[in-house]
């Protein structure tokens, strides 16, 4: 079996995304970039795809992803679901059906599709296939403001924590929540007004105190969680509590 890696990367323009995909070029192995816009990739034996998870995803896109290089040259497959997006930053009766649709078809919705269509076309390889999706601990902590967010979040954890429980050979799957990042997310909180997200004062002060984690030490844990040659046994993993 051949032992090359290949690290399927949804999101790597900017923040967490572009922080893994640096740290993935530092690896023997290759990368497939998703992006809802066409990027370029760094080395020659990458490829990009665009994919547009606002809109509910294809059989053409998804085929787009998993045929972008050939899986059944590598001995491991992991796939990092990173792009997300913070939806509506208000309470609900002031968004919009299109916004509320568009949170969830991100966050959860598509990624179930993907997932799905990657364990389907993985089953007959012989390689270990391990699926991280960056989650939150909003997934457990309704949010003031943040109500299609969360629940994205809740939907896709729970996907990914029945999915664990299933007879999956060579397939190891979790949801990975990086704590509070210095993240566009986080600034649009910061700058929210506080009629539409009630905590918008407690943001500020974490960023104040410079208790945000970077996008960079937070990949590097990824990748930890990915490269440990041990086993997973939990399907949700918190970076506070979480022991490699």
């Not at 995304?17 to 497939?32: F, I, K, M, P, S």
């Not at 665009?50 to 896109?61: A, R, S």
Request: glycine share 6%; proline share 2%; hydrophobic share 40%.
């Amino acid at each position: 079996m051949q032992q090359k890696t290949l690290t399927i990367i949804f999101g790597t323009t900017r923040g967490l995304g572009a922080a893994l995909y640096e740290h993935a070029t530092q690896q023997v192995g290759d990368c497939v970039l998703v992006n809802r816009k066409s990027v370029e990739s760094r080395r020659s034996g990458d490829a990009a795809v665009v994919v547009d998870l606002g809109q509910t995803v294809t059989d053409h896109d998804i085929s787009k992803i998993f045929s972008a290089k050939d899986l059944s040259q590598y001995g491991a497959i992991q796939l990092i679901a990173n792009a997300s997006i913070t939806g509506p930053i208000t309470t609900i009766g002031n968004t919009t059906s299109q916004e509320i649709a568009a949170t969830l078809l991100t966050n959860a919705v598509n990624y179930m599709s993907i997932i799905n269509a990657f364990i389907a076309k993985t089953s007959s390889l012989d390689v270990h296939i391990r699926i991280l999706v960056v989650s939150s601990g909003s997934a457990e902590s309704p949010t003031h403001g943040l109500a299609p967010y969360c629940a994205s979040k809740a939907a896709i954890e729970m996907f990914i924590r029945s999915v664990a429980l299933e007879p999956h050979d060579n397939l190891e799957i979790v949801a990975f929540r990086p704590g509070v990042m210095d993240t566009d997310m986080q600034q649009a909180l910061r700058n929210a007004d506080q009629k539409d997200f009630a905590n918008t004062d407690r943001y500020k002060q974490l960023y104040q105190d410079g208790q945000l984690r970077t996008s960079e030490s937070v990949a590097t844990t990824i990748f930890k969680l990915l490269d440990s040659s041990k086993q997973w046994t939990e399907s949700v993993v918190d970076i506070n509590t979480m022991h490699i």
